[in-house]
């Protein structure tokens, strides 16, 4: 789009940086279920919380984020489409 000289005309929405938030959530709960390589499990371990959740945890946040990244993503195509079908 920046090469057709129309780089402002769709702008980022606030669906795709909640999609980042679950993203980096996601692999943050799932690098903390690494064995013995992050203190965080240790502390969770304390609260009386067990490894399997933390991971069904991040697998969930891992899901909701594909799912919004196809809709944050069709909302972008379609946003973009008539500037990239359009003849130069």
Known sequence: MAS????????VGALG???TLFQMTAT???LAVVPDKIQLIDMCMRLGVSKVSIFTSGMVMLYVS?????????????????VLTRKS
């Open 4 to 11: 057709r000289g129309v780089r402002n005309i769709v702008e």
């Open 28 to 30: 943050a709960l799932l």
């Open 66 to 82: 594909l799912l919004l990244t196809i809709y944050s993503g069709g909302q972008y195509l379609s946003a973009a489409w008539p």
């Open 17 to 19: 940086k909640i999609k």
